[in-house]
């Protein structure tokens, strides 16, 4: 089993920035893929950024050139940079980490971005 546990989400004005981690615990394997979703009200959950254990990231377009995701595989933990926030940002924001066949899933952490 794998737990993951979020911080670092909160209210920030529009333009300004936030980091996000993400950290895993449990049964965690030395190949994995760690990446944050995000989930904005009345809209379907979608994948903002992931990476590998060897450190490949994609990004999807809205967020390109803002945010940028890490990840220090010796503490499992995988971090989220988010600058010049813009208000469209805000959504909950989940952590999840593939390994093998299974997935797993952070409880989610609020971020608002006030305009």
């Known amino acids: 089993q794998v737990q993951l546990v979020e911080s670092g989400g909160g209210l920030v004005q529009a333009g300004g920035s936030l980091r996000l981690s993400c950290a895993a615990s449990?049964?965690?394997?030395?190949?994995?893929?760690m990446g944050w979703y995000r989930q904005a009200p009345g809209k379907q959950r979608e994948l903002v950024a992931r990476i590998t254990s060897s450190g490949s990231t994609n990004y999807v377009d809205s967020v390109k050139g803002r945010f940028t995701i890490s990840r220090d595989n010796a503490k499992n933990t995988v971090y989220l940079q988010m600058n010049s926030l813009k208000p469209e940002d805000t959504a909950v924001y989940y952590c999840?980490?593939?390994?093998?066949?299974?997935?797993?899933w952070g409880q989610g952490t609020q971020v608002t971005v006030s305009s």
């Open positions: 999840k980490l593939w390994q093998r066949l299974d997935d797993y």
């Open positions: 449990g049964n965690i394997f030395s190949i994995t893929v």
